[in-house]
């Protein structure tokens, strides 16, 4: 834990030289974060393991970003972020997660077509534990002022260190929309997608159907500005093949509801609080859970 720390430190000092870089073609973007959460069920749920015991954690987070515009049309931007969350007694589920990533963007009269390339690292309890390597055309376009609307395809590999079994290859569609009534401080989105998994271990491969409902909306008043955002998530997975440990074929349904505040300070400080409760109702009794998440966090942006 101390020398994830230390890292989110070294690289937090950094940021204000960063942000103090840039140029008309070439800008810079960062942000970090730190938070104290309250999880009422410990656990991971790519795993299927869950403690059903409460703890409290320590979360933080640092991201750099670099934004290249080649010409007014096309452009790329590279970024790489680092999270850890450090619980207090259960440290054997303490996770950090290097992220980096390169979109492409170019602009057209009718579309804008992009090509995201990711690359995640998780880090358990101090040892690497999973790779996660993904590729996402889309293409998405405004009609007028009002409506946004986005399409894109994902293909993902995972692969574990030591769990080779969950090793697995993933397809997904999806698609968004969003009603803008105020720009992006205010609008409504909806999102539906499909996808498909095969792992090697023939029953975890599965295919899921996924649907999404979020509202974002400001508060304003002569003593108060607060950004307000409702999510609504549910996933139906369907697996394939018999699970051993129950004798037939699983079936998973999860619906998650999420609120978050946000009170800006100033242009760069705000004061963020989430609230995240979750329902995961499985034939499997380790991935049937119920949990709530809550925490308070401090962000930083340049």
Do not use: C
């Not at 954690?57 to 515009?69: C, M, S, T």
């Not at 999270?83 to 007694?89: I, K």
């Not at 395809?153 to 569609?173: C, E, F, I, P, Q």
């Not at 989430?274 to 009794?285: G, I």
């Amino acid at each position: 834990m101390k020398r994830n720390l230390i890292f989110l430190a070294g690289l937090m000092a950094l940021l204000p030289a960063t942000a103090a870089i840039a140029s008309e073609r070439v800008t810079y973007d960062v942000d970090a974060s730190v938070g104290a959460y309250y999880d009422s069920s410990v656990g991971l749920s790519e795993l299927d393991e869950n403690t059903g015991t409460h703890d409290s954690a320590v979360k933080a987070k640092v991201g750099l970003a670099a934004k290249v515009r080649f010409t007014p049309r096309f452009s790329t931007r590279l970024s790489y972020d680092y999270g850890n969350t450090s619980y207090q007694r259960f440290d054997e589920f303490d996770l950090g997660l290097h992220h980096a990533a390169v979109d492409f963007g170019a602009t057209t009269p009718h579309a804008t077509f992009g090509l995201t390339l990711d690359r995640f690292d998780g880090v358990l309890a101090g040892d690497h534990y999973v790779t996660l390597s993904q590729v996402s055309p889309n293409v998405s376009h405004l009609f007028g002022s009002k409506l946004f609307v986005r399409a894109a395809w994902t293909g993902s590999r995972k692969n574990y260190d030591s769990l080779v079994t969950r090793d697995a290859t993933n397809s997904a569609w999806r698609a968004d929309s969003y009603v803008l009534f105020d720009g992006m401080r205010r609008h409504l989105a909806i999102g539906l997608g499909r996808g498909n998994e095969d792992a090697v271990a023939d029953e975890l491969d599965f295919a899921s159907v996924r649907a999404s409902l979020a509202y974002a909306f400001p508060i304003e008043t002569s003593h108060l500005s607060m950004a307000l955002k409702m999510r609504l998530r549910y996933e139906s997975r369907d697996y394939r093949n018999a699970t051993e440990s129950i004798g037939e074929q699983r079936r998973d349904e999860r619906l998650r509801f999420g609120l978050n505040a946000r009170v800006p300070f100033s242009e760069h400080v705000a004061l963020e609080s989430d609230v995240d409760y979750s329902l995961h109702e499985s034939n499997l009794e380790s991935a049937d859970v119920e949990k709530l998440v809550a925490g308070l966090k401090l962000s930083v942006s340049f």
